[in-house]
């Protein structure tokens, strides 16, 4: 079965740009969808299929996909983006089952 | 605009089944998406637990399979979730979202807290 991996923290200063990634042998084939979680509150999708913008994302978030990786780009960080940040895919090689990244605490200093 | 809600008991004995309801507001189970179960123990990252559609087919977490079962009660838009044999390691908080595939698991209920201990 596959797995999706993500680093644990990143940590940027205000105004600058994050990128949190999400490797995994099924991103290649699978679309990549990813989460903010802030303390206290339900998941917020805020990229589907690698790289949409749900409406009311501000357009500050980006997602692009290359190969085994994905990633969730956050340009301009504000602190209100800081929060959990999970990767998402699927995985249908023997039956259909979704798979959550292990999450990654973005601290904006 | 789509609301879920789940509700059930917070607190669970060792070895019992966990028992939770999600009831959807301003759509209807039958809509064509499927409808998630997914659950966050305390300080951890999120586990999927699995998915029904409103058919009744399921989709279930290879490693919860033999303890899980999800259906859906059409005629009160909403669906359920059973885990048996519940350990501590179950302890969690237990979330219903909606999983438009393509275009991702969206909206999700706020979640609740189910403690397993005796």
């Known amino acids: 079965s596959y797995e999706l991996t993500q680093p644990p923290s990143v940590s940027v200063s205000p105004g600058q740009t994050a990128r949190i990634t999400c490797s995994g042998d099924t991103l290649p084939k699978q679309y990549a969808y990813w989460y903010q979680q802030k303390p206290g509150q339900a998941p917020l999708l805020v990229i589907y299929?690698?790289?949409e913008r749900p409406s009311g994302i501000p357009e500050r978030f980006s997602g692009s996909s290359s190969g085994t990786i994905v990633t969730l780009t956050i340009s301009g960080v504000q602190a209100e983006d800081e929060a959990d940040y999970y990767c998402?895919?699927?995985?249908?090689?023997?039956?259909?089952?979704?798979?959550f990244g292990g999450g990654t605490r973005l601290t904006v200093l | 605009q789509v609301q879920l809600q789940e509700s059930g008991p917070g607190l669970v004995k060792p070895s019992g089944t966990l028992s939770l309801t999600c009831a959807v507001s301003g759509g209807s189970i039958s809509d064509n998406v499927w409808w998630s179960w997914v659950r966050q123990p305390p300080g951890k990252g999120l586990e999927w637990i699995g998915e029904?559609?409103?058919?009744?087919?399921?989709a279930y977490n290879p490693s919860l399979k033999s303890r899980v079962t999800i259906s859906v009660d059409k005629s009160k838009n909403q669906f359920s979730l059973n885990l048996t044999s519940v350990t501590a390691a179950d302890t969690a908080v237990y979330s219903c979202?909606?999983?438009?595939?393509?275009?991702?698991?969206?909206?999700w209920g706020q979640g609740t807290l189910v403690t397993v201990s005796s």
């Open positions: 029904i559609y409103h058919s009744g087919s399921t």
């Open positions: 979202a909606r999983d438009v595939r393509d275009r991702g698991i969206a909206p």
């Open positions: 998402q895919s699927v995985d249908s090689s023997d039956t259909y089952h979704v798979l």
């Open positions: 299929k690698d790289s």
